[in-house]
């Protein structure tokens, strides 16, 4: 039985990826630090759900704390790291630097050193959208470049790209960074605005919505995304011929990089709209100017993952929308007050 060993399982992402893999009865290991940069019940709720699953396990711990790391992965021996917890959130990123060097940079570092310790067969890693910066030639592709990141947790991703390429060359580690475009759904990050804006329409509150709604997001539905994911596993990178002009299999190692997202560009005013609709109850708007570090749009070329994997991500996001909604008023037993 393939094992992975899976980083940020009581994370949004990590818990939806876990919980896909045993269902096709893989063993899975998770670690987290079940930090309090947002509600450690909800994160508790996943990794509980998680347990019910004879095939999973877990390890409570820091990825800075590469003793406990190593302790972890030498008794588990996996096949395939899955490399997603990381210090989330940009805006957060302004308030607390360090944070993002610590874990994204640092925890990062200790999760190659144990994919290179055990030869794994694949290490996958999550990177994202925001590397792009202040690219504006849409839709990004993989292979643009990207010298321009905006804030410490995007410099913090693409510095994670430059370290998994280096050490996918001197090590031949066969590694597969994903940009990752705003991802949503149930059992999301409370953080998110999505989130928000659900949760201050139900409870009468304001909505921030910055740059006056002028912004346009790649929203990507999260089983879309870990689908995208699962079927990667089975196309570890080569050290041979690109399958297409666009692939950004590297010339020197065995590593690619491959944006998951809808490939479709949203209006934020029409998704406030979408969700206004689907809770049948009008947000207070608050219009703000553009907050720094922000960018004005982000929209993904996914045609890689398609020639990849034969898979495109398809959810429309008032499809998406209506999930999230149902899932969080079932689990926060909200009424709707009209």
Not at 107 to 120: L, S
Not at 123 to 133: E, I, Q
Not at 220 to 230: A, E, F, M, R, S
Request: glycine share 4%; proline share 4%; hydrophobic share 35%.
């Amino acid at each position: 039985m393939k094992k992975f060993f899976i980083t940020g399982t009581a994370g949004f992402i990590g818990f939806h990826l876990a919980k896909l893999l045993l269902k096709d009865g893989f063993r899975v290991h998770g670690y987290d630090s079940i930090n309090d940069y947002y509600d450690v019940n909800l994160k508790l709720a996943r990794k509980n759900i998680l347990l019910k699953d004879k095939n999973f396990s877990n390890t409570k711990g820091l990825l800075e704390d590469n003793n406990k790391l190593n302790e972890v992965a030498d008794k588990f021996q996996p096949d395939v790291i899955i490399h997603l917890a990381a210090q989330a959130g940009v805006r957060y990123s302004l308030e607390n630097p360090r944070a993002y060097i610590n874990s994204n940079i640092v925890g990062t570092f200790n999760v190659m050193e144990i994919a290179r310790k055990h030869k794994v067969k694949h290490l996958l890693m999550s990177s994202s959208s925001s590397v792009y910066g202040a690219n504006t030639n849409m839709p990004f592709t993989e292979n643009d470049k990207v010298d321009t990141q905006l804030t410490i947790y995007a410099a913090s991703k693409k510095s994670n790209e430059s370290m998994a390429h280096s050490y996918s060359h001197l090590w031949k580690i066969p590694i597969t960074m994903f940009r990752f475009f705003t991802v949503y759904g149930p059992w999301g990050r409370p953080d998110m605005a999505y989130f928000k804006f659900v949760s201050s329409i139900i409870n009468d509150k304001p909505i921030d919505v910055y740059n006056k709604g002028e912004m346009y997001r790649d929203f990507t539905y999260v089983d879309d995304l870990v689908n995208g994911i699962k079927l990667l596993i089975d196309c570890a990178p080569k050290n041979k011929k690109k399958i297409s002009e666009n692939d950004s299999l590297s010339p020197v190692a065995p590593f690619r990089i491959v944006n998951i997202g809808n490939s479709d560009k949203i209006k934020l005013i029409d998704f406030i709209d979408a969700i206004e609709e689907s809770l049948n109850k009008k947000a207070i708007r608050n219009y703000m100017p553009m907050q720094k570090g922000d960018v004005t749009e982000t929209w993904a070329d996914a045609s890689l993952l398609q020639k990849l994997t034969n898979y495109k991500p398809k959810t429309n996001y008032k499809d998406g929308i209506n999930n999230f909604i149902e899932w969080y008023l079932d689990y926060y037993n909200e009424q709707i007050k009209n």
